[in-house]
């Protein structure tokens, strides 16, 4: 167990904590700032275009189909070709639809190929393309699952 304070804290939890309510502090905007009504409002925002977001705006982006798509296979292929011990996972746990897992699968073996030839960062390069170009190709790659679900 870790040393304690004699009020029974202990120095790195507190600190933890400490950091934690900084980091949260900081990224909810800048001190003074209401909304972009309010009349306190600095009129930096209303200058603004109406098609920029707010820097901390909380609404989620949408990403395309494709872009998830290519952005699994990416990451999954770049993992197994680093000898990941997350890269044994089966296509549901990794994220994939049915043909998303043939589509890693196939670049899987490119990419090995590629690195015997010329190197991992080759590999890593053939990896991104041929996932933005198959996915593309396939428009996601989504309809093949049974248990897919678009993003909502």
């Not at 989620?60 to 699994?72: E, F, G, I, W």
């Amino acid at each position: 167990m870790g040393a304690t304070t004699r009020a029974g804290f202990r120095p790195a939890a507190v600190c933890g904590c400490a950091l934690v309510l900084a980091v949260t502090m900081t990224g909810c905007g800048s001190s003074g700032s209401g909304p972009s009504g309010d009349s306190r409002d600095s009129g930096h925002s209303r200058n603004a275009p109406a098609s920029t977001p707010a820097p901390h705006d909380p609404t989620p982006r949408a990403t395309s189909p494709v872009r998830l798509c290519a952005d699994l296979i990416s990451y999954w292929a770049e993992q197994d070709l680093a000898g990941s011990q997350w890269a044994g996972l089966d296509w549901e746990q990794k994220g994939l639809s049915n043909q998303q897992y043939e589509i890693y699968d196939d670049i899987v073996q490119a990419a090995r190929a590629e690195r015997k030839r010329h190197g991992t960062p080759a590999a890593k390069a053939l990896i991104k393309r041929l996932a933005e170009r198959r996915c593309a190709a396939a428009n996601g790659a989504t309809h093949s699952s049974e248990n897919w679900r678009p993003p909502t």
